[in-house]
């Protein structure tokens, strides 16, 4: 008899692997994006998509078949990052955005599109300079930013990634990217796009 | 459309996703409102600057190939796992422990473990000659039945039973190796009957005695089946096991003895068929 278990266990594992690399693996460009965007270089990145995938196999008889297999990875990764690099969530500073809005406001009446404005405003910043405005971000925001503006996740699948209502997506994508903007105009200032000592119209 | 609508609805506007007269409805408020225009216009800045800046990265070869060498150790060491399983559950391993099992098996079933549970002695009938002794030697251990002649002497004894007409009791045995005795005479369902309580060193022994033919003959008491066939063979019969004392019950003459003590079996044999 104990033969026989044996038999069934070993078909059994060997049923398993072949299941987690069908339903897991095609999902690793958009885990390991999302790790180089959040962990900010390839190397923790690579660890943390190791990590990520070792976990997932192990725990993949808790992982209920026929339901969002990414947002079930994503979910891992954004705990094992958690726990790996022990970042605080913590609430973002408050920040004057008056400065963004001024300028814009001083700019807008010659400026027909919003190409142009974006030119005239973060115009001639690197895209490193953006990546790592993104990367300053608090956590929360950051993640919502990156799965939408990069990822092209839905809202609907965002929320279900991070596990919020669709609201809270909603609002934290938009304080995200004001964030963002003020971040990146104080780069524009610091790279003189913007002249410093600007007084800006109301 | 409110200025809180049309912020709430800069994300799907920025992403496209509008139906027909909501959208209508949604320019329309920002083609009147600069303070919308503005936090509109702002956002979709915004969202170019990181479409453009920053893009998905598709995984390189390299980390793909290390995360799944890492995942293909994983499945080597669950088989591992199994296999070390297998070895010990193997071709050898396997029959040993099923024939080990097996003889456990056997031994449990013929060889039944004492003390047993249903081999103790339950006597129920209160008529019951067993059933009276026991119950007496509770009660005479709780202090609940205490003897109406003590004495060192057995002669003392003796003389108080014929006194209290019990000389069937008289003329049976008296133990002589005691340090001290206890007597007492009772009727039950008009048989009479004789107690005795030796006390010897830490032990206590309870003898019960009756006319031999009240107790195997008369309607009043009853004997066990067991014990009459026991007494009829051999004259002498021992209970079977009781949690705390040893029961033997024997005849001498025309009398009928059932004692009940604390003492070992052998040693409560030996005390009773002293000469």
């Given at each position: 008899?104990?033969?026989?278990?044996?038999?069934?266990?070993?078909?059994?594992?060997?049923?398993?692997?072949?299941?987690?690399?069908?339903?897991?693996?095609?999902?690793?460009?958009?885990?390991?994006?999302?790790?180089?965007?959040?962990?900010?270089?390839?190397?923790?990145?690579?660890?943390?998509?190791?990590?990520?995938?070792?976990?997932?196999?192990?725990?993949?008889?808790?992982?209920?078949?026929?339901?969002?297999?990414?947002?079930?990875?994503?979910?891992?990764?954004?705990?094992?990052?958690?726990?790996?690099?022990?970042?605080?969530?913590?609430?973002?500073?408050?920040?004057?955005?008056?400065?963004?809005e001024n300028f814009y406001d001083s700019i807008r009446a010659e400026s027909t599109d919003t190409n142009d404005l974006q030119e005239k405003i973060f115009g001639g910043l690197l895209g490193d300079q953006v990546t790592k405005a993104l990367e300053g971000l608090p956590e929360d925001f950051?993640?919502?930013?990156?799965?939408?503006?990069?990822?092209?996740?839905?809202?609907?699948?965002?929320?279900?990634?991070?596990?919020?209502?669709?609201?809270?997506?909603?609002?934290?994508?938009?304080?995200?990217?004001?964030?963002?903007?003020?971040?990146?105009?104080?780069?524009?200032?610091?790279?003189?796009?913007?002249?410093?000592?600007?007084?800006?119209?109301? | 459309?409110?200025?809180?609508?049309?912020?709430?609805?800069?994300?799907?506007?920025?992403?496209?996703?509008?139906?027909?007269?909501?959208?209508?409805?949604?320019?329309?408020?920002?083609?009147?409102?600069?303070?919308?225009?503005?936090?509109?216009?702002?956002?979709?800045?915004?969202?170019?600057?990181?479409?453009k800046s920053v893009k998905h990265v598709a995984t390189p070869h390299h980390v793909r190939n290390f995360v799944l060498g890492s995942l293909r150790e994983e499945f080597a060491h669950t088989k591992q796992r199994i296999s070390w399983v297998e070895r010990f559950f193997g071709k050898r391993?396997?029959?040993?422990?099923?024939?080990?099992?097996?003889?456990?098996?056997?031994?449990?079933?013929?060889?039944?473990?004492?003390?047993?549970?249903?081999?103790?002695?339950?006597?129920?009938?209160?008529?019951?000659?067993?059933?009276?002794?026991?119950?007496?030697?509770?009660?005479?251990?709780?202090?609940?039945?205490?003897?109406?002649?003590?004495?060192?002497?057995?002669?003392?004894?003796?003389?108080?039973?014929?006194?209290?007409?019990?000389?069937?009791?008289?003329?049976?045995?008296?133990?002589?190796?005691?340090?001290?005795?206890?007597?007492?005479?009772?009727?039950?369902?008009?048989?009479?009957?004789?107690?005795?309580?030796?006390?010897?060193?830490?032990?206590?022994?309870?003898?019960?005695?009756?006319?031999?033919?009240?107790?195997?003959?008369?309607?009043?008491?009853?004997?066990?089946?067991?014990?009459?066939?026991?007494?009829?063979?051999?004259?002498?019969?021992?209970?079977?096991?009781?949690?705390?004392?040893?029961?033997?019950?024997?005849?001498?003459?025309?009398?009928?003895?059932?004692?009940?003590?604390?003492?070992?079996?052998?040693?409560?044999?030996?005390?009773?068929?002293?000469?």
């Amino acid at each position: 008899m104990m033969p026989i278990l044996l038999a069934t266990l070993t078909r059994a594992t060997k049923q398993r692997h072949k299941e987690f690399e069908a339903e897991a693996l095609p999902h690793m460009d958009i885990l390991y994006s999302f790790a180089l965007r959040t962990a900010g270089n390839e190397d923790d990145a690579k660890d943390l998509l190791q990590e990520t995938y070792l976990k997932a196999y192990r725990f993949w008889d808790g992982y209920e078949k026929g339901t969002n297999i990414r947002a079930w990875l994503f979910r891992i990764m954004k705990n094992s990052y958690i726990n790996r690099y022990r970042k605080e969530t913590r609430e973002p500073n408050t920040v004057d955005y008056s400065d963004v809005e001024n300028f814009y406001d001083s700019i807008r009446a010659e400026s027909t599109d919003t190409n142009d404005l974006q030119e005239k405003i973060f115009g001639g910043l690197l895209g490193d300079q953006v990546t790592k405005a993104l990367e300053g971000l608090p956590e929360d925001f950051r993640t919502v930013v990156i799965l939408c503006d990069i990822e092209g996740l839905t809202y609907e699948e965002i929320a279900e990634f991070i596990d919020r209502p669709i609201g809270t997506v909603r609002s934290r994508l938009h304080r995200g990217r004001k964030l963002l903007q003020t971040e990146l105009f104080e780069y524009a200032k610091q790279r003189g796009i913007i002249p410093r000592d600007e007084k800006f119209s109301d | 459309m409110t200025c809180d609508e049309v912020l709430e609805h800069l994300g799907l506007a920025l992403d496209g996703s509008f139906s027909g007269r909501i959208r209508e409805e949604f320019f329309n408020h920002l083609s009147l409102c600069a303070r919308c225009r503005r936090e509109f216009e702002l956002e979709t800045i915004a969202q170019q600057l990181v479409r453009k800046s920053v893009k998905h990265v598709a995984t390189p070869h390299h980390v793909r190939n290390f995360v799944l060498g890492s995942l293909r150790e994983e499945f080597a060491h669950t088989k591992q796992r199994i296999s070390w399983v297998e070895r010990f559950f193997g071709k050898r391993f396997f029959p040993s422990l099923v024939t080990a099992l097996v003889v456990i098996a056997l031994i449990y079933y013929f060889v039944p473990l004492e003390p047993s549970g249903s081999r103790l002695a339950v006597h129920t009938a209160s008529n019951d000659v067993i059933f009276q002794l026991l119950q007496n030697f509770t009660r005479i251990r709780e202090g609940q039945l205490k003897p109406k002649t003590v004495a060192c002497d057995a002669a003392v004894i003796k003389s108080y039973f014929k006194k209290n007409g019990c000389d069937f009791a008289a003329t049976s045995k008296v133990i002589d190796d005691c340090d001290w005795y206890g007597a007492m005479v009772s009727e039950f369902g008009g048989v009479r009957l004789a107690h005795v309580v030796y006390h010897t060193g830490d032990d206590v022994t309870y003898v019960y005695e009756v006319k031999k033919k009240e107790a195997l003959e008369g309607a009043s008491l009853s004997m066990p089946p067991a014990a009459r066939q026991a007494l009829a063979e051999k004259g002498v019969y021992t209970d079977p096991l009781h949690p705390d004392c040893n029961v033997v019950v024997w005849t001498a003459n025309e009398t009928l003895c059932a004692a009940v003590s604390t003492m070992k079996k052998d040693k409560l044999l030996a005390f009773v068929s002293q000469p």
